[in-house]
């Protein structure tokens, strides 16, 4: 079963169950998804596609947090991360760190970087290796220490 199918045998869970809170970012990510397969008619979309559509969501939930946080309303604050929890639910399982510097060390050796010059080349590849299972801040932090070391 995909990513997409799973998604709405969850929306229908909750609508039985009576889950408000489920329901409203299902159907709210259910919608995100549907956007992004209008936009690339007349392709099927595809599971890798589905993954990036709740990566946006997930940074998004991530960015409101801080920013209900810095303002003091820990109430928004909460429930962002509420739907955060529920969205991070369909991702792929994160890579470890020494998981994240093995792809790096491949992707520096298969760009042939020799400085930061190369970040964007050396963080194109590994974003391809990783596969939507590395947070792209992680990625690219680890990738700078990289090419500054050499």
Known sequence: MGIREKILE??????KEKKAERLEVLRFLNAAIKNREIEIRPTPIADSEVISVIQKMVKQRTDSIEQYKAASRVDLATKEEGELGILKEYLPAQMSEAELKSIIEAAVASVGATSMKDMGKVMKEAQEKAQGRADNKLL???IKDKLAAL
């Open 10 to 15: 969850d929306i229908k869970t909750a609508m």
């Open 140 to 142: 690219s932090q680890i």
